[in-house]
């Protein structure tokens, strides 16, 4: 049996996560205190793969500044860099010549997943597909890429983000693909793989088949989900082999101080050296490094970005507060707002409603 190698996709802007995907790309924004790529790299490894290649564009020094050749998570890293961003299918081909591998196992860098992979390794063998796609089931469909099957597993259509979805089974964004493949991509020019190599592939009769699973599965890539998604971790709803076992309603990392009263519940993280004051109310909150939650404020569902401020009594729900933003005292910041790094809103500066 042949070695297999794996493919991180990370090489997107991270639009939908603005503004914290202004300082850095999305895979590396802290995850139940880890850059969310850790726990997919820790995923890579727990299933026997040990060389990983990623494909930057957005941001690429970051990753190596940061995993340098990986040996302090037991892999070997490699890094390939796009200079303009070619899509995803032109990111996989544009790796090619780091690969060494006949089977190589492709991941989008922002997926959150507990899919035993050698499962979906084993389904690819079985069937001597070409391509193998790990594929899920969510309640809407539409922002992902929605995938048809015959009775014995084998990819019929493939069509992403459709308004008018034919099936609740979606593309999970972990793939198998034969070597050769990979290397019939075109090369040096974008090519989307969902739009372009898997409808190719199909339209071919080639051996496109899909491994279909139940497992704990989330894309990152929006506020909601990356509040949902960190509040798993903590609360172990999520698997990661890159966290202890030890559970709860709150994690609270080290240098973090906590004022009398302070509640911190579904899931809450507590960065590095953040501060919460006495009697704040933490509810799903992700409170980045070094940020600071003032006494009686209120963070519901939301992400406190690097050093940023919530003033006394303030409330955040459902937000996304950029690094070093100051919200003043007895702000209001409901439903989708989101702060840009910096920003300063003076005490009452922003409210929904008139008392307090
Ligand atoms: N190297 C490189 N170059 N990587 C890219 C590029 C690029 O030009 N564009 C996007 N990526 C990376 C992103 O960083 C991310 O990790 C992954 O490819 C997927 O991009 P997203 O922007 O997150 O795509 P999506 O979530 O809208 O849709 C994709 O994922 C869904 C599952 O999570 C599609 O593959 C859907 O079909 C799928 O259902
Ligand atoms: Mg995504």
């Not at 020019?189 to 339209?203: G, M, T, Y």
């Not at 491994?211 to 909601?224: C, F």
């Not at 080290?254 to 109310?281: F, M, P, Q, S, Y």
Request: charged letters at 25%; glycine letters at 14%; aromatic letters at 6%.
């Amino acid at each position: 049996m042949s070695t297999t190698e794996a493919v991180v996709l990370v090489g997107g802007k991270g639009t939908r996560l603005r503004p914290l995907t202004i300082s850095a790309p999305k895979p590396m924004l802290p995850t139940a205190g880890l850059p969310f790529l850790t726990h997919l790299l820790a995923r890579i490894k727990a299933a026997g793969i040990d060389r990983v290649v990623l494909g930057t564009s957005f941001k690429a020094e970051v990753f190596e500044e940061h995993f340098g050749d990986g040996s302090e998570l037991g892999l070997e890293i490699a890094y390939v860099v796009e200079d303009e961003p070619l899509g995803t299918g032109g990111g996989i081909r544009n790796v090619a010549d780091a690969l060494t591998a006949d089977t190589i196992m492709v991941f989008n860098g922002d997926v959150l997943g507990g899919t035993d992979l050698r499962h979906v390794l084993d389904t690819h063998e079985k069937n001597s597909a070409d391509v193998t796609m790990h594929l899920v089931r969510v309640a809407d469909p539409r922002a992902f890429g929605c995938v048809m099957t015959d009775e014995n597993g084998r990819v019929e259509q493939f069509l992403e983000k459709t308004q008018d979805p034919p099936t609740d089974q979606i593309n999970a964004g972990t793939y198998v693909f034969q070597r050769e493949v990979i290397d019939e991509i075109p090369a040096g020019v974008p090519v989307s793989v969902e739009r372009e190599v898997f409808p190719k592939l199909i339209a071919d009769e080639r051996r496109v088949f899909a491994h279909v699973d139940s497992a704990y599965w989330r894309d990152m890539g929006t506020p909601e989900d990356f509040v949902r998604g960190s509040a798993d971790l903590v609360r172990g709803i999520a698997p990661s082999p890159a966290l202890p076992e030890a559970k709860g309603e709150s994690l609270v990392h080290e240098g973090a101080g906590i004022g009398a009263g302070a509640v911190l519940i579904g899931g809450t993280v507590v960065g590095r050296g953040a501060e919460i004051g006495a009697g704040a109310r933490l509810d799903g909150a992700v409170v980045f490094d070094g940020a600071k939650i003032e006494a009686g404020a209120v963070v519901e569902r939301s992400i406190v970005g690097f050093g940023a401020r919530i003033g006394p009594r303030a409330l955040v729900r459902d937000g996304v507060i950029g690094d070093g933003a100051d919200i003043g005292a007895r702000c209001e910041l409901l439903r989708g707002a989101r702060v840009w790094p910096g920003v300063e809103i003076p005490d009452g500066g922003i409210r929904y409603s008139t008392d307090m």
